[in-house]
Structures are given as structure tokens and as C-alpha cells.
């Protein structure tokens, strides 16, 4: 089993049931299982494919949860990153993980750019309620894409997520986790889906922070409603 089987098994049993809630926006099962589905589609048909790592610089969205799922179907590696980054923190974790791809919020564009030119390695750039100059569009991705992909063989040893710690005594260090980290904690930790039981899970924590993601991952597999909060308040 991997994490990509939480979201497949919760759409089937509870497709109708709303899984993320963020501001304003109520999206299903259903409709997250597409939206994942067409990102994932439009990232493989870039050129995004297994071993590959996906960056994602923002505060918590639903944009956040279906880059990990599209990420994960393709085999790629998602590498959460601290919003609370500085210039030249953003250059040094850009540069030690060598992202393909970097999702990033219209708050970060000027950072982004001014970090841009100093990288030496190619890195698509994709704007999350944003459409910079020379930039990909993430509602334009999602909008023109057919949902049609070919899912990559993801094995339980395979890493999902490079995460990266605080390094209060020098610089971050990058921490791999395999699908197996996360499913043998969610499947000890939580209740499968049941059709006929409804919860909510509130989510103000980071996504970039471990305690946020495997809370994401828990109501995924539990068929929960995620509360997101962008920050805490």
C-alpha cells in the first residue's frame, strides 16, 4: 500500500463527501480526486517522471494537497518548503534538493525571481493564484488538461516527501520518507474510511512541518472533511 491509495479508496467509498474545505472553497472527494488527476497529467506530460522532485513554496491550500497526490501518482517526490524562508535560505534548499518542478503563491513571485537567475540547474516554475510574467498558470494546468496519465509502479520503499529540518545548528538537513513511513503510522493511527461516519479535521499546522502533513494524510484515509487554515491565527 502507498499514500495515493488513501485518496483512491476514500473517493470510492464517499465520492460525494467534501473533503477539503479552504476560505471560501468546498471541493469533494470526487472533485479533488480530478483535479489530482489533471495535474498529474499535465506535470507527466511536461516531463515530470518517477525520482523526480516536485517543490512547494506556500502557506497551507488545496493547491498544496493535489501537488502531493499528483506528485506521488507520477512516483515524484514532494519537498515541502519553510514560507518563512529568506533569500538566500530559498537558494541553498532549492539547490540541495534540485527540484524539477516548484509550485510556489503569489505572496513568494519577487523572492522567487530574484532567487531564480542564481540556480544552475533548469527548474519549471508554476504560480499558485498568481500568473507571473514567464510563468505557468496552476488553474491554466488544471483547466486544459484531458486527466489521462499513466500512473508510475510506486512501491512502499520508494520516498514521497524530502523534508526539511529546522537546522537550528547549521543548515537544514533533508529527510526522506518512503511511503511505508506514512502508511504504518496512518494505518496504526486512524479508523478507515466509513460511509456512514462523518468527521472534521482541523488543519493549522504547516504542510512543511510533519505533525500538518501526516494530518493531512490522516484525514485522507479516515474519509474526513480537512478544515485547511492558510497559517495559524
Same mark, same amino acid.
Given at each position: ?70 506528485? &506521488?501518482?507520477?512516483? #515524484?517526490?514532494?519537498? !515541502? ?5 529568506? %533569500?538566500?535560505? /530559498?537558494?541553498? =534548499? ?89 502508511? &504504518?503510522?496512518?494505518? #496504526?493511527?486512524?479508523? !478507515? ?5 462523518? %468527521?472534521?479535521? /482541523?488543519?493549522? =499546522? ?28
Amino acid at each position: 500500500m502507498n499514500t495515493t491509495d488513501f485518496l483512491e479508496v476514500a473517493t470510492a467509498i464517499c465520492p460525494e463527501r467534501t473533503f477539503i474545505v479552504f476560505e471560501q472553497e468546498r471541493y469533494t472527494f470526487a472533485e479533488v480526486a480530478d483535479r489530482v488527476n489533471r495535474l498529474a497529467a499535465s506535470l507527466q506530460k511536461m516531463g515530470l517522471k518517477k525520482g523526480d522532485r516536485v517543490a512547494v513554496f506556500e502557506v497551507n491550500c488545496n493547491e498544496y494537497v493535489e501537488a502531493y497526490y499528483a506528485s &506521488a501518482k507520477l512516483g #515524484a517526490v514532494l519537498v !515541502p518548503l519553510n514560507y518563512r524562508a529568506r %533569500e538566500e535560505e /530559498l537558494e541553498y =534548499l532549492l539547490g540541495h534538493s534540485q527540484p524539477t518542478v516548484l509550485f510556489f503563491g503569489s505572496r513568494y513571485v519577487d523572492l522567487v525571481n530574484n532567487v531564480l537567475p542564481k540556480l544552475t540547474f533548469k527548474l519549471t516554475c508554476i504560480a499558485i493564484d498568481a500568473r507571473p510574467e514567464n510563468m505557468l498558470s496552476y488553474d491554466d494546468l488544471i483547466a486544459s488538461s484531458s486527466g489521462e496519465f499513466n500512473p508510475a509502479e510506486v512501491e512502499e520503499e520508494d520516498m514521497t516527501v524530502l523534508m526539511y529540518t529546522a537546522g537550528t545548528t547549521g543548515r537544514p538537513k533533508g529527510v526522506g520518507l518512503r511511503h511505508r513511513n506514512f502508511t &504504518a503510522y496512518v494505518l #496504526a493511527e486512524v479508523d !478507515p474510511v466509513d460511509p456512514d461516519k462523518e %468527521e472534521r479535521n /482541523l488543519l493549522c =499546522l504547516p504542510l512543511y512541518h510533519i505533525a500538518g502533513f501526516q494530518g493531512m494524510l490522516t484525514a485522507t484515509y479516515g474519509g474526513r472533511t480537512l478544515v485547511m487554515m492558510r497559517q495559524f491565527e
